[in-house]
């Protein structure tokens, strides 16, 4: 049974760091894309960020700069390093898998896998 694991989440000031991690078992998803996305309250899920298996990345404008994806293929994770975090980073934040990049900004909900979310709480 494939699982996606997220961890790290938690509380954090306005202008603070959090790293978040995704661990996948079940099986080896060598030339998958793994990313992140995040809801949150009374908003609809969004794109945040991807990476492919040979470490292309994209990320959604309201992040760029700010937040770093990468991945550890040998052991099947993908972090999000989240820096100068403003409270509208609130979000429940989801990883998932992925068979291209493309896949995550133009029908993820065709995505093949998803996490169960870690919540993140930005205080001003």
């Known amino acids: 049974q494939v699982q996606l694991i997220e961890s790290g989440g938690g509380l954090v000031q306005a202008g603070g760091s959090v790293r978040v991690s995704c661990a996948t078992s079940?099986?080896?998803?060598?030339?998958?894309?793994m990313g992140w996305f995040r809801q949150a309250p009374g908003k609809e899920r969004e794109f945040v960020a991807v990476?492919?298996?040979?470490?292309?990345?994209l990320y959604a404008d309201s992040v760029k700069g700010r937040f770093t994806i990468s991945r550890d293929n040998a052991k099947n994770t993908v972090y999000l390093q989240m820096t100068s975090l403003k409270p509208e980073d609130t979000a429940v934040y989801y990883c998932a898998l992925g068979r291209s990049l493309a896949v995550f900004t133009t029908t993820p909900k065709s995505l093949d896998y998803w996490g169960q979310g870690t919540q993140v709480t930005v205080s001003s």
């Open positions: 990476i492919g298996w040979l470490g292309t990345t």
């Open positions: 079940g099986r080896t998803f060598s030339s998958y894309a």
